[in-house]
Every structure is written in structure tokens, then in C-alpha cells.
């Protein structure tokens, strides 16, 4: 198998298991989304292993494109995990009654140069 193929097949199944984690985020399956966090990380040794890149292989369109999907995949997920965390984050807060310690303000000066000038 050439180097290139591999390297499309790899990607492919990146793109199947980042997809699979998009379900799993939105279902909050939380067993899925451990699998889909232990897939990914093999699959990064795979491509890691595979090391196209070291040895000046050109990445032809299809794989330029699969990659592309997988960055775009991924920055969706990523997103979707800090919505979730920043969600689970206020409603514990409001059922302690407490606000986060380090909440950013708003504009240039935040909430850690504002509680600086107050003391």
C-alpha cells in the first residue's frame, strides 16, 4: 500500500471517528466519547507512524481536502465540548450560589486588573 493511500485511509477513518464523537457530544454519552477520545489518539500514532511528512511527501488534493474536513471536525467538537463544560459550569454555580472565582470581564481591562485595583 503506497504511502499516500494509507495515509487517505487513515484520514478517512479520523474523519468516521470524529464524527462518531459529534453523536456522542450531542447524545453526552459519555462511554462513546471516551472511545472516540481513545480512537483518536490511536489514530494520531497511526499517523504519526505512517510519516509522510518527514520525508518531503506532497499531499495531493484528496488528502488535502480530508485533512481539511478532519481540522474542521475537530474545531466543531472542540467547541461543542467547552459549550457543554461552560453549561455544566454555570448550573453548578447556580446551585451553589456562588460565581466562578476567574471570570474574565468584558472589554480590555478584566476582572483580574479590576479586582487589582480595588485592593
Do not use: H, W
Amino acid at each position: 500500500m503506497s504511502a499516500s493511500s494509507e495515509l487517505r485511509d487513515n484520514l478517512r477513518q479520523m474523519i468516521a471517528v470524529l464524527q462518531a464523537e459529534r453523536q456522542a457530544l450531542a447524545g453526552l454519552d459519555l462511554d462513546a466519547i471516551i472511545g472516540a477520545s481513545q480512537d483518536k489518539i490511536a489514530l494520531c500514532g497511526t499517523l504519526d507512524e505512517t510519516g509522510p511528512f518527514a520525508d518531503g511527501f506532497a499531499l495531493d488534493e484528496e488528502c488535502r481536502g480530508l485533512l481539511d474536513a478532519a481540522r474542521r471536525l475537530n474545531e466543531v467538537n472542540r467547541q461543542v465540548r467547552n459549550l457543554i463544560a461552560a453549561n455544566v459550569a454555570a448550573r453548578l454555580d447556580a446551585l451553589t450560589g456562588s460565581p466562578a472565582l476567574y471570570r474574565a470581564g468584558t472589554g480590555a481591562r478584566g476582572a483580574y486588573t479590576y479586582a487589582g485595583a480595588r485592593g
